[in-house]
């Protein structure tokens, strides 16, 4: 009779519960099957990890996402503290904060195997000192580490021509993402576009621009904003779908002129339904390291037209699933929408081609059998 005693444990750490039911369900239900699988994230009130419901493996560490020298020390050592009691065979970080303080302690505690998640670089964007300071912060935690799994191949490039991680310890599952895409989830809806476009008061042969994501200078809204406003037709509407991190509705209403034709909707947690709401995703961002709304706007459907940096050259192949351009380029963006507005053939030809890549190279259950097969190699089948 085989025991169904678990020698193999597990423990991943993030700064909050969101990033774990975001990206980290899939992996962690294959990965339970085999394994005690045990999640440290900062808990707030309301929140849970549903995947785990045995709320045991759930431990709760302040775990604060800004720098805080005495709150971040606090949770060093309890880190330290955790990782020795239960002498866990792998702690995974995911999050720079997440990464910086679950490193140190499992470097301190000797935990065997130590990775943590590279998922975009926030110093890319940044110049002087702040850039050099943030940059060191990932340099140490790549040092800490005993691999480094990077969200996407050219994001893995980038990091090792700054020598921030060296190519040996460097790993990317598949093509890309860190959870691929819930297909089941994102897919075409026919009544959910007819029910969000009743609600916006969007008729059908309206053409509906979508950026869903944080509302900030570093996903590009302002640029996206600015091109929309100098193309002059009333068929096409543009949706800004997430949280505003920085006033950025206010600027962009300044821009617009309170265009009848803008729609702020705020945070969803159903980003699926706008997309089946919408014609073509953009995402003029500066830095990403992969960009999942890309992949899961891909599965819905949708022709995108995005930035040409690391990350999203990844997720996005120039004139096959996509439309690139680069950073920064507010007149590139303009021609773009207004091209692909006008070309009804384009839009149907990118966005077919773009669902059938997003089933084929990023379905959720490939990317966590990716994640299951790493593990088991390093640790060996529990």
């Known amino acids: ?19 774990v039911n975001a990206f980290l369900q899939g992996p962690i239900k294959m990965l339970a099957e085999n394994n005690a699988v045990y999640v440290v994230t900062n808990l707030l009130v309301g929140d849970s990890v549903p995947v785990l419901k045995d709320s045991q493996k759930v431990i709760s560490i302040p775990l604060e996402r800004e720098i805080s020298p005495v709150k971040d020390l606090k949770a060093l050592f309890a880190l330290i503290r955790l990782f020795r009691k239960e002498k866990f065979d792998a702690v995974h970080s995911v999050t720079p904060k997440a990464g910086l303080l679950a490193m140190l302690a499992a470097f301190v505690a000797r935990i065997p195997l130590r990775v943590h998640t590279f998922t975009g670089q926030v110093w890319a964007s940044k110049k002087g000192i702040k850039r050099f300071l943030l940059k060191c912060i990932d340099i140490l935690i790549a040092a800490l580490t005993s691999h480094n799994l990077v969200d996407s191949p050219s994001q893995r490039d980038f990091l090792v021509s700054e020598k921030v991680i060296s190519k040996s310890k460097a790993f990317v599952f598949e093509k890309g993402s860190i959870s691929g895409v819930d297909l089941s989830k994102f897919k075409p809806d026919s009544e959910a576009r007819l029910a969000i476009r009743k609600q916006l008061e969007i008729e059908d042969n309206k053409l509906v621009f979508l950026f869903i994501g944080r509302l900030n200078i570093d996903k590009g809204v302002l640029d996206l904003a600015q091109a929309f406003s100098q193309i002059n037709n009333e068929k096409l509407h543009m949706l800004f779908v997430g949280p505003d991190e920085q006033n950025m509705q206010a600027e962009i209403n300044n821009l617009q002129k309170n265009n009848n034709n803008i729609h702020f909707i705020g945070y969803t947690d159903m980003p699926e339904v706008f997309m089946a709401a919408a014609d073509v995703l953009c995402l003029p961002s500066y830095r990403e390291g992969f960009g999942s709304v890309l992949i899961e706007a891909a599965a819905v459907g949708l022709p995108v037209i995005a930035s040409r940096i690391y990350g999203i050259t990844d997720a996005v192949i120039d004139h096959e699933t996509g439309l690139l351009h680069e950073p920064h380029d507010i007149n590139a963006i303009q021609s773009l929408i207004e091209r692909i507005a006008e070309d009804e053939a384009l839009r149907t030809k990118l966005g077919q081609q773009a669902r059938a890549r997003a089933i084929r190279d990023f379905s959720s259950e490939l990317i966590a059998q990716a994640w299951v097969d790493f593990y088991q190699d390093k640790l060996g089948n529990a």
């Open 1 to 19: 009779m085989q025991s169904n005693k678990l020698t193999r444990k597990i423990c991943f750490v993030t700064s909050t519960a969101m990033t």
